[in-house]
């Protein structure tokens, strides 16, 4: 089983997604990725947020672990300090291309539930979890 950290950024009321356009499809993937062999969860949250934003965070509490029908497993956090200034890094930079971007983006609490979000749209029992999880 494939496992994934998405991180949740927040700041100012806001979360740091990315807007991903790929060919002619426009989705949205929280900040995270695969956990490599080998790798502790904490440690995966921590080079991914490096890799994508450049941001040094402190994981916060675990949001959820859901199961996913495609062989994923998704562990999610709350991040709420961080430090660095944001930048794209990592493999999403090398793979930038005009039809393969990744965009940050800060939305809102209330815009999360919209998204076309990859893995998956986020529930009510999410969108409040994350809302009680908010300092």
């Not at 062989?71 to 793979?95: D, N, Q």
Request: proline share 5%; hydrophobic share 40%.
């Amino acid at each position: 089983m494939r496992e994934r950290v998405s991180l949740f950024i927040y700041e100012d009321g806001r979360f740091l997604v990315f807007k991903r356009v790929r060919e002619d499809r426009i989705h949205h993937v929280a900040i995270g990725g695969g956990v490599e062999p080998g790798e502790t969860i904490l440690e995966a949250a921590l080079r991914e947020a490096k890799e994508e934003t450049n941001f040094d965070i402190v994981l916060g509490p675990r949001l959820w672990m859901r199961e996913l029908t495609n062989e994923h497993r998704e562990y999610a956090y709350l991040v709420t300090e961080f430090s660095g200034e944001l930048a794209l890094g990592g493999p999403e930079l090398e793979r930038q291309t005009p039809t393969n971007q990744h965009i940050f983006q800060w939305v809102s609490l209330n815009e999360l539930p919209q998204l076309d979000l990859y893995q998956g749209p986020l529930t009510n029992a999410q969108i409040n979890r994350i809302q009680q999880a908010l300092p």
